[in-house]
């Protein structure tokens, strides 16, 4: 079953970090661009960040500039995304998901991770 | 570009059709239109419902289908059934951006 297993978030206080972690399986992980897409409780899809299947391109949202960090190891199937000095407006549901090979869409998406910052 | 923009919210009856408009889509250098939606029902993560303007994935109903005009993509749904009450989102890709629209709420009545 091609799935996409999230972990990491939970409770932070403000100025800290955390570490989102996306584990894929069921697919050829390398062959695939990934990408990061949050939701504030009650509010829209706001896209974060993607990179590409090799690593060498990562790509950030104009306004998330500087705090975030997407990162991945195609040896262990796995995609990162580090946030630093949390604020309250980071608060929300962060999901990864998969870019399809060829035409633009978010095929696969992980069951979102939950950071609230307080 | 900012987000994309969706009507809040809309409203059909079983078996009727229901368009969403979403304006503010751009193309790339090439001219192509990058544009896909989602279906998000609450509590669940998004789902993928077309791509490319009018592709299906795999498993997507045929009562769901897309169409572009100029910077206005829309989505229409034939045959509304109960289950299609959900949050619908666009969006729109370019070589280094995302962009989403705001969100739909379809009530189907």
């Known amino acids: 079953e091609v799935q996409l297993v999230q972990s990491g978030g939970g409770l932070v206080r403000p100025g800290e970090s955390v570490r989102l972690s996306c584990g894929a399986s069921?697919?050829?992980?390398?062959?695939?661009?990934m990408h990061w897409v949050r939701q504030s409780p009650g509010k829209g899809l706001e896209w974060i960040s993607f990179?590409?299947?090799?690593?060498?391109?990562?790509i950030y949202a104009g306004s998330l500039k500087g705090r975030f960090t997407i990162s991945r190891d195609n040896a262990n199937n796995s995609l990162f995304l580090e946030i630093t000095g949390l604020r309250g407006e980071d608060t929300g549901v962060y999901y990864c998901?998969?870019?399809?090979?060829?035409?633009?869409?978010?095929?696969?998406w992980g069951q979102g991770t939950t950071v609230i910052v307080s | 570009q900012s987000a994309l923009t969706q009507p809040a919210s809309l409203s059909g009856s079983p078996g009727q059709s229901i368009t969403i408009s979403c304006s503010g889509t751009?193309?790339?250098?090439?001219?192509?239109?990058?544009v896909s939606w989602y279906q998000q029902r609450p509590g669940q993560a998004p789902q993928l419902i077309l791509y490319d303007v009018n592709s299906r994935p795999s498993g997507v109903s045929s009562r769901f289908s897309g169409s572009n005009s100029g910077d206005t993509a829309s989505l229409t749904i034939s045959g509304l059934q109960a289950e299609d009450e959900a949050d619908y989102y666009c969006?729109?890709?370019?070589?280094?951006?995302?962009?989403f629209g705001g969100g739909t709420r379809l009530i189907v009545l």
């Open positions: 990179i590409s299947n090799s690593g060498n391109q990562k």
């Open positions: 751009t193309r790339d250098d090439h001219g192509y239109n990058y």
């Open positions: 969006a729109s890709y370019t070589t280094d951006n995302l962009f």
């Open positions: 998901a998969r870019r399809l090979s060829g035409p633009f869409g978010l095929d696969v």
């Open positions: 069921g697919f050829t992980f390398r062959n695939h661009y």
